[in-house]
């Protein structure tokens, strides 16, 4: 290639409008070395896409959807309100098509690879890697007897599981959303970042968290997860393939006492029907988000409807105590802008009237992410106490 | 909502044309659920992209571009010819725009997540994860001194590893090309099922593989990696960083005999030119694909030169003895329809003509994954013996 051509390039690289970055930073969730989309230090997005031919283009947000504008080179773009604290699944609306930002990581969520930024919290580090121990995330495959395949889990493994072989953990499963898989919380929900800073500071006892795959099949008609029978699969998989597979692969303590269970929104309704209906195999109970409780129409489809306890958790309103003696930790959040924040509030109330004893926190925003790495980091450290 | 909401969407949702997918199956490689894009049994695939607005779509191939059609629904499809069998990231072009494929899953590749698509190769099953015992790959966080950054890096951990606490590990460092990161080997590349599935059939020897992020700052005013200069940042990160964090975290034989260096295009070079450098501290080296010799043009830019090998390495040509006698295994590969494949072979030719050992495999294909697949299958048993 001639030194003609290089300068050429160079100048197409260097081309108006290209050569000034907006303001900020290219935000944390980024691939290596592009600029946009920048956040500036209020969270303001903006947003950017080549694109000379297209008509409309827009960024669609959680919060919303930004028209962006094009420039007389071709490029679009557009600088949004602030963005709230998190971790937010976004698209490029591309001529009404949904398609990726070329800048951003994709995260597996909504059912895809999607883009995704991570609007940094200002005084908060819980999920910023720190100058600490370090434990590791160990990807291992299993043979599932459910779906006759091959499957993947994450096991979260704390600093020192190598060194001190004598030691052995007791160990919390954690379940993903809907549309989401086992990277949901190895990847979006920072777990190993949160669990290596908690036992760091002493907040969280040493143990093993397991991330597993929740999507598994139905029974033949069944359209929901929501209900005993759309609970089959995942129940089967978690008690008959995961627990014994993990006991049998690492260093556990094999009982009741320290085995947890909790998810988030689909994985919380999961951990509700399947923690709580096998309380001599799990003595901590965790449901982040989850729609269980009415507020929201149910994922996989179906009609609301008004919520059940004692129909979901035989005994659960009627013998209460049978549920405070088995478990250790009985735990509900919900964000505050999550339209499940009231019934959420609601069940909280009826259950304590009724002598169900359980935790129950909130937590500044919506269906989201930064809403559940806050629940984890509110949750471990009340474990295995 | 209303059951006569519900009729609507369902039938939105079966439009005329949807009904009926093409032949075929959906890809290994697609997000699950996704029905496009899919592969016959010939290796033909079809794509499929609803963007009624688009002016023109396309599927963006290593092989080639297909112009794809759209029906009265809007929805654009094509047939490709067979495409070659193995990985291949692609785009698709929507009004000149290069987006990912929503159906696809993404990979870090060409300095983005993009779309990739794994095409089987009939009769080849080495990088299919079999029923044999499984290690497994940990995600491990380190502090850099080159970068000042925690980086991540993963270590895949043979079976047993857990199990004989005893036992300790030769290690190959495994290194990605350009444009890619540590995820290359760990999920394209197959690494953990190649090992495995080696392993087990007594092929090779148990043994740890590092595979580390080599994209690193090169020297101010230096431009390609494929220089001394070029290489200071990945040999610091590498001897200074990488191997000692190994051996102090994992059981490891930590000497010249029990590590091995490897990697694949820019990977390929990093291992020429820093194995062949510190042959005490190596005693195997082995470059799939790289562009070191001639060819192509240097990635990073800059005109490609003739490729000068004493310069390069010091004594290579001069002084083979020296490291015929240091090295238990020096292994060249290429694709077949690689532009690389010529000043390869004549590299080789030329080694060999003055009398330094190196070995030599091509196998079909271009500058892709199945080539790299099947150099670390063909490579992995020659190494440790």
Same mark, same amino acid.
């Given at each position: %290639?001639?030194?003609?051509?290089?300068?050429?390039?160079?100048? $197409?690289?260097?081309?108006?409008? !290209? !050569?000034?970055?907006? +303001?900020?930073?290219?935000? +944390?969730?980024?691939?290596?070395?592009?600029?946009?989309?920048?956040?500036?230090?209020?969270?303001?997005?903006?947003?950017?896409?080549?694109?000379?031919?297209?008509?409309?283009?827009?960024?669609?947000?959680?919060?919303?959807?930004?028209?962006?504008?094009?420039?007389?080179?071709?490029?679009?773009?557009?600088?949004? +309100?602030?963005?709230?604290?998190?971790?937010?699944?976004?698209?490029?609306?591309?001529?009404?098509?949904?398609?990726?930002?070329?800048?951003?990581?994709?995260?597996?969520?909504?059912?895809?690879?999607?883009?995704?930024?991570?609007?940094?919290?200002?005084?908060?580090?819980?999920?910023?890697? @720190?100058?600490?121990?370090?434990?590791?995330?160990?990807?291992?495959?299993?043979?599932?007897?459910?779906?006759?395949?091959?499957?993947?889990?994450?096991?979260?493994?704390?600093?020192? &599981?190598? !060194?001190?072989?004598?030691?052995?953990?007791?160990?919390? &499963?954690?379940?993903?959303?809907?549309?989401?898989?086992?990277?949901?919380?190895?990847?979006?929900?920072?777990?190993?970042?949160?669990?290596?800073?908690?036992?760091? !500071?002493?907040?969280?006892?040493? %143990?093993?968290?397991?991330?597993?795959?929740?999507?598994?099949?139905?029974?033949?008609?069944?359209?929901?997860?929501?209900?005993?029978?759309? %609970?089959?699969?995942?129940?089967?998989?978690?008690?008959?393939?995961?627990?014994? *597979?993990?006991?049998?692969? &690492?260093?556990?303590?094999?009982?009741?006492?320290?085995?947890?269970?909790?998810?988030?929104? %689909?994985?919380?309704? @999961?951990?509700?029907?399947?923690?709580?209906?096998?309380?001599?195999?799990?003595?901590?109970?965790?449901?982040?988000?989850?729609?269980?409780?009415?507020?929201?129409?149910?994922?996989?489809?179906?009609?609301?409807?008004? *919520?059940?306890?004692?129909?979901?958790?035989?005994?659960?309103?009627?013998?209460?105590?049978?549920?405070?003696?088995?478990?250790?930790?009985? &735990?509900?959040?919900?964000?505050?802008?999550?339209?499940?924040?009231?019934?959420?509030?609601?069940?909280?109330?009826?259950?304590?009237?009724?002598?169900?004893?359980?935790?129950?926190?909130?937590?500044?925003?919506?269906?989201?992410?930064?809403?559940?790495?806050?629940?984890?980091?509110?949750?471990?450290?009340? $474990?295995?106490?």
């Amino acid at each position: %290639m001639k030194p003609g051509i290089w300068s050429l390039l160079l100048l $197409l690289a260097v081309r108006p409008g !290209a !050569a000034e970055p907006s +303001p900020g930073v290219p935000a +944390p969730s980024n691939v290596p070395g592009a600029q946009y989309p920048r956040l500036d230090s209020e969270g303001r997005g903006t947003f950017r896409i080549e694109a000379p031919l297209a008509q409309s283009v827009a960024v669609q947000l959680p919060q919303g959807r930004y028209d962006m504008t094009k420039d007389a080179a071709g490029v679009w773009s557009v600088t949004t +309100p602030p963005i709230e604290p998190g971790f937010h699944y976004y698209t490029i609306s591309l001529d009404g098509v949904a398609v990726n930002d070329p800048g951003s990581r994709t995260f597996y969520g909504t059912g895809k690879d999607a883009s995704g930024i991570d609007v940094p919290e200002p005084g908060v580090d819980f999920y910023t890697i @720190q100058d600490v121990p370090h434990g590791d995330l160990r990807s291992k495959r299993y043979f599932s007897d459910v779906t006759k395949t091959w499957r993947r889990l994450f096991v979260y493994a704390p600093p020192g &599981y190598d !060194a001190d072989t004598d030691e052995r953990y007791p160990v919390l &499963y954690l379940q993903h959303g809907g549309g989401e898989d086992e990277t949901g919380w190895a990847d979006q929900g920072r777990t190993d970042v949160i669990l290596d800073n908690l036992i760091a !500071a002493g907040r969280a006892r040493s %143990m093993l968290v397991v991330i597993a795959n929740g999507n598994l099949p139905r029974e033949p008609g069944v359209t929901g997860i929501y209900s005993r029978a759309g %609970m089959t699969g995942f129940t089967r998989e978690l008690l008959e393939n995961i627990v014994p *597979f993990i006991e049998a692969n &690492y260093r556990t303590h094999s009982d009741a006492k320290h085995r947890a269970l909790a998810g988030l929104s %689909m994985g919380g309704g @999961q951990s509700f029907f399947v923690g709580l209906a096998n309380t001599e195999k799990f003595s901590a109970v965790g449901a982040f988000s989850t729609g269980l409780f009415g507020g929201i129409r149910p994922p996989g489809g179906g009609e609301p409807t008004a *919520f059940d306890a004692e129909a979901a958790v035989p005994g659960l309103l009627t013998e209460p105590r049978r549920f405070n003696d088995a478990l250790d930790l009985f &735990y509900l959040s919900v964000g505050e802008q999550d339209p499940r924040l009231e019934a959420t509030r609601n069940v909280v109330a009826d259950f304590r009237a009724r002598g169900l004893e359980v935790e129950f926190a909130s937590f500044p925003g919506g269906h989201e992410w930064q809403v559940w790495r806050k629940s984890l980091h509110d949750f471990v450290p009340r $474990l295995f106490r």
